[in-house]
């Protein structure tokens, strides 16, 4: 299987995030894409490219442009602010509170961020849109007619919603993918997630689309992060009504359990005969995640893989989280080659 992967992620080098209370070091660091890529070379899965540039404007089709200035300025205006530390948000315009962009700097970040754990740095912006072009990159050669491409994507992405980043993520690489896959000619697009959690950015950027199904298999949003959104019962409205599937699961799921929800994803998605396929790859579902609790085995992964393959459809596999740093390379990469089994 081919590979797209920059090195620019690098530059998304985070010192800390809010958890439970405590400010702690960034569990999305540089060294999981590393250990991701050294596996897909140890195990030859096939040849590693660069990414194709294709600018802003393939971005700008799922997202807000004025998100996509706020991502690129905001560390040049946090440092006029006088700022040299990375900037997280503290304050939301949640309820009661008006929506109003301000204009200081630290009211922007939680205006236009909806956590405490997605620190913006002076690499930011360098390393979130190396990794959406290759996504970009991912959909052109599928396109072309790739059976399968593995997008390395670093920081990751289906947290991003179409004006809101978070959740370690600041563009949806997943939906800018999915977009470029419909612009390219697939009518119809299906985006898997099987993240440990909701992608709520990519389930708000395509909730009222006819054109893309969202399945998500995810830890239930009443126990874990994002906490706000990827209950079963938001479907999808108005022309994508019926086409949001979520099946959110409890903590402590074991693989048996998770691979019926993935059984029924399946079937709907089959069913519902889509063009082409993108899978929001995370492997924090693994058993040794740090702050996941679902209970996947390393070997779990590669069994899944297999079963997607039986879909018959181009797929792209684009990288999310994954916090068990010394586990990612074996973990992804057995998913890669299930597929290709
Ligand atoms: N105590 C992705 O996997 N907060 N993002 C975790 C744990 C944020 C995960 C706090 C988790 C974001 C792409
Ligand atoms: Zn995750």
């Not at 602010?81 to 939680?110: C, K, M, N, Q």
């Not at 609790?293 to 393959?309: E, M, N, V």
Request: contains cysteine.
């Amino acid at each position: 299987m081919l590979t797209i992967f920059s090195d620019d992620h690098r530059h998304q080098d985070g010192k800390a995030e809010l958890c439970d209370g405590k400010i702690v070091p960034c569990f999305e660091m540089p060294r999981r894409a590393r250990m991701i890529l050294e596996r897909v070379r140890s195990q030859k899965l096939g040849p590693v490219e660069p990414p194709q540039d294709f600018g802003r404007a393939p971005i700008e089709r799922v997202h807000a442009p004025a998100l996509v200035e706020f991502l690129a300025t905001a560390w040049d205006a946090w440092q006029a602010a006088g700022f040299s530390h990375d900037a997280l948000p503290y304050t939301w315009p949640v309820r009661r509170l008006r929506a109003l962009e301000p204009d200081a700097i630290e009211g922007r970040l939680g205006y236009w961020c909806f956590d405490a754990a997605t620190p913006i740095t002076a690499g930011t912006w360098k390393a979130a849109y190396a990794a959406a072009q290759v996504a970009l990159t991912g959909a052109a050669r599928l396109s072309a007619g790739e059976r399968a491409v593995f997008a390395l994507c670093r920081p990751p992405g289906h947290h991003a919603a179409s004006d809101l980043y978070g959740g370690y993520c600041f563009l949806n690489n997943a939906a800018i993918a999915a977009q470029a896959l419909r612009d390219a000619g697939a009518a119809r697009v299906a985006v898997l997630d099987v993240d440990y959690h909701h992608g709520n950015g990519t389930q708000e950027i395509f909730y009222r689309r006819a054109d893309v199904l969202f399945a998500s298999l995810h830890a239930d949003p009443r126990q874990e992060f994002p906490y706000f959104l990827g209950h079963a019962d938001e479907r999808g409205e108005g022309p994508g009504e019926g086409l949001n599937l979520n099946y959110p699961m409890p903590q402590g799921t074991c693989f048996g359990k998770w691979m019926e929800a993935l059984e029924e994803a399946y079937r709907r998605i089959d069913a519902w005969r889509p063009d082409a396929l993108v899978v929001s790859l995370g492997v924090d579902t693994f058993e040794g995640d740090p702050i996941s609790h679902f209970k996947l085995a390393s070997a779990d992964f590669h069994a899944y893989g297999s079963r997607l393959a039986g879909l018959r459809l181009p797929t792209l596999f684009v990288m999310e989280g994954g916090y068990a740093v010394e586990a990612i390379g074996v973990n992804a990469v057995n998913v890669l080659q299930g597929f290709e089994a």
